[in-house]
Nanobody
Framework: QVQLVESGGGLVQTGGSLKLSCVAT????????MGWYRQVPGKQRELVAV???????NYSDTAKGRFTISSDNRKNSVSLQMNNLNPEDTAVYYC???????????????WGRGTQVTVSS
């Protein structure tokens, strides 16, 4: 089984910074994509930033210029540095990864349980 464990959420004032981290544990052969999504009550989960193993990075328009995603492939982890936060960034942030398990074909999508980020005005 594969688990994604997030950390780093919390409460911050407008203009502040937070760093989220996610580690994938378990039976992992290869990770194709790994990144972050967020969701507020009543709205669909949306992409924040994702890293693809070929080096491509995809940011949402709201994340560009303020958030930076990075990875440590040796540790199967990904981090999200969030700067200049504003109240509209308040959401539950979820780690996401496409994982191929050893000896099995294809990739399976996994989600973390989420970590709350709250930005006060």
């Amino acid at each position: 089984q594969v688990q994604l464990v997030e950390s780093g959420g919390g409460l911050v004032q407008t203009g502040g910074s937070l760093k989220l981290s996610c580690v994938a544990t378990g039976s992992i052969g290869n990770i194709k994509e790994m990144g972050w999504y967020r969701q507020v009550p009543g709205k669909q989960r949306e992409l924040v930033a994702v890293l693809i193993t070929d080096g491509d990075v995809n940011y949402s328009d709201t994340a560009k210029g303020r958030f930076t995603i990075s990875s440590d492939n040796r540790k199967n982890s990904v981090s999200l540095q969030m700067n200049n936060l504003n109240p509209e960034d308040t959401a539950v942030y979820y780690c996401n990864a496409d994982v191929r398990r050893p000896g099995l074909p294809g990739y399976t999508e996994y989600w973390g349980r989420g970590t709350q980020v709250t930005v006060s005005s």
